[in-house]
């Protein structure tokens, strides 16, 4: 099959928040980008991001601060953050707001036209700008919009195989059409790679079946990448359970910011056991530890759930505030939240850990390689905030826009390797070929009960070697696949590629998971239930086996004064 080459000078690979806006700033500069994704560029994952997006704007809360926002993100990611990378965020957080105002965003405002902000767990203020519950749809669109604007070439049905490397030095990518299978080679001084995360190797989660399949991270590891901290995964409190083809779809946090609450099938509100100040506006780990203790106690609801109830709040506010769970609700189970209680579990959602980066500007030690949004790792550690992921696309966006367009401007040549294509040609062409008995779909499905069962909400030693051995089980089964593209498309082989990305992400979630012996954030090991201060450590995985050690930098004083000590109580669970 003839390859097509396409020239450019960065590629961005990912067609969500954080590879437009990374995209956004390179065009505005000038420098020629061309943006790939595998999803439609309209309904990337960022399209699903509901409750809201924080910055220290103080239009509520005057007393809010850069330096507040900071401290509660270190404190929340239990000491496992970067604070470099926090104090950026934090502080370079409302010029992400206002380049969302330049490029049109319809932000909720108050009736003096002031951006509205409102409380989200465990932020000391409120913080988090929102335009109804569908906020990360309004921030998709308006990028999208800018994008246009500038005319960038977006190609969202292009999936990535390989990223070119020659001596450690980026070239370039490798990849195929979704549609016609029409192999592309992809020149480029820059790759930044905006792919996503891993959380679609649970049974249950909050992305849809061909996102979140570990893209970033195996890209990352071919190209000479390491990951840092995958076993740190955030269980969102609120999936739906049914039916069972949107099993895992969010419940916006913001429902229970407006007032929800949860209860258990005794009707007990079950949180006042586990966090009785802050009740259901607790830290999203503790709340979804709440209700995995409930339903594993056996208190839980029919389905093996709890039940969030909004109804009691007026109507009017439901409408105005949750419209995007008014409608999902009518839509999936024909349930009207202004009248009956909602059966939701803890869901796969956030990869907090991700492809290592440095703080400075997400370069991840391969030249001209850089890493972005859920794909990167250093915000969040073992707790990830709501709303924080949004600001991080637009900050990093931005910083690694600018990075790159500097990294390609003194670049005086470069180097090309035909036998990195011959290989990337060959991956694909081996795949195509193949004609073996298992199925990748089944296979896809067994991955993830496995990790289910062995790596989801709480863990321990005997369940996560239970868990390597089963994925050493699938390994061999894998290199057994049958591939076969048909009318529709080519589908079948882009699946074959999601399950080798799930595979390595599993390998390095299990065996990181397996080193973390301590109970700490969104990490739970019933074998050791304790917090281990000597395990404030970031954990590097460089393929199989390979688990480092990396110290996390102090915290600046001005940021640690404001920090209140990480309570671990109520975190036990067997």
């Not at 470069?414 to 036998?419: D, G, I, K, L, P």
């Not at 050791?528 to 915290?555: F, M, S, T």
């Amino acid at each position: 099959m003839t390859e097509h080459q396409v020239a450019t000078s960065v590629l961005v690979i990912g067609t969500g928040g954080a590879g437009l806006r990374a995209a956004i700033e390179l065009a505005e500069r000038g420098v020629d980008v061309t943006v790939v994704g595998k999803r439609p560029k309209g309904d990337a994952h960022t399209a699903l991001a509901a409750g809201g997006i924080n910055a220290a704007l103080a239009t509520m809360d005057p007393a809010d601060t850069w330096q507040q926002h900071a401290a509660d993100t270190i404190k929340e990611s239990y000491l496992l953050a970067n604070p470099d990378i926090v104090r950026t965020v934090a502080e370079q957080a409302p010029r992400g707001i206002a380049d969302l105002e330049r490029y049109g965003m319809p932000f909720a405002r108050e009736d003096d036209g002031r951006i509205s902000q409102r409380f989200f767990g465990a932020h000391t203020f409120r913080r988090t700008s929102f335009a109804g519950d569908y906020t990360g749809l309004e921030i998709q669109r308006t990028l999208v919009n800018r994008a246009a604007q500038l005319n960038i070439p977006i190609l969202d049905s292009c999936y990535v195989t390989r990223i070119l490397v020659q001596d450690n030095v980026v070239f370039g990518a490798y990849g195929f059409d979704l549609g016609t299978g029409r192999r592309y080679v992809f020149h480029a001084d820059v790759v930044i790679l905006a792919a996503g995360g891993h959380t679609r190797i649970w049974r249950r989660t909050s992305s849809r079946r061909d996102e979140n399949t570990g893209d970033s991270f195996r890209l990352a590891v071919l190209a000479g990448g390491r990951i840092r901290d995958p076993e740190l995964v955030q269980f969102h409190p609120s999936g739906l359970l049914e039916p069972e083809n949107a099993a895992g779809t969010l419940v916006s946090e913001a429902a229970r910011g407006e007032g929800g609450v949860l209860t258990n099938a005794l009707g007990e509100r079950f949180m006042a056991r586990y966090d009785p100040q802050r009740m259901e506006l607790s830290t999203r780990d503790r709340v979804a530890l709440a209700a995995y203790t409930e339903i594993k106690e056996g208190r839980g609801t029919p389905n093996g759930g709890v039940w969030l109830d909004v109804s009691h709040l007026p109507r009017e506010q439901i409408m105005q505030r949750l419209p995007r769970v008014y409608q999902t609700l009518l839509e999936l189970q024909m349930k009207d939240i202004t009248q009956q209680p909602v059966e939701i579990a803890p869901t796969a959602h956030y990869s907090m850990g991700g492809v290592w980066v440095a703080p400075a500007d997400h370069s991840t030690g391969v030249e001209g390689l850089y890493a972005i949004g859920e794909a990167s790792s250093g915000l969040h550690g073992a707790n990830r905030l709501g709303g924080n992921s949004l600001i991080e696309l637009l900050v990093y966006g931005r910083i690694v826009g600018e990075a790159a367009a500097e990294y390609s401007a003194q670049l005086t040549a470069q180097r090309r390797s035909q036998e990195a294509v011959a290989e990337a040609r060959s991956e694909v062409d081996s795949l195509l070929a193949a004609d073996g008995q298992e199925n990748v779909r089944a296979l896809q499905r067994s991955l993830r009960n496995t990790m289910t069962e062995h790596a989801g909400v709480v863990r321990d030693e005997a369940g996560l070697r239970k868990g390597l051995a089963e994925l050493d089980d699938l390994e061999a089964r894998i290199a057994d696949v049958g591939v076969h593209p048909d009318l529709a498309g080519y589908q079948d082989l882009a699946h074959a590629f999601d399950l080798l990305s799930s595979a390595l992400s599993a390998r390095a979630t299990l065996e990181c998971a397996l080193e973390r012996r301590e109970t700490r954030g969104c990490h739970n090991r019933s074998d050791h239930p304790d917090l281990d201060p000597a395990q404030q450590v970031n954990l590097v995985w460089a393929g199989p086996g390979q688990v480092a050690r990396e110290e996390i930098p102090p915290v600046p004083q001005e940021i640690a004064a404001l920090m209140r000590d990480v309570d671990t109580a109520g975190k036990l669970v067997e």
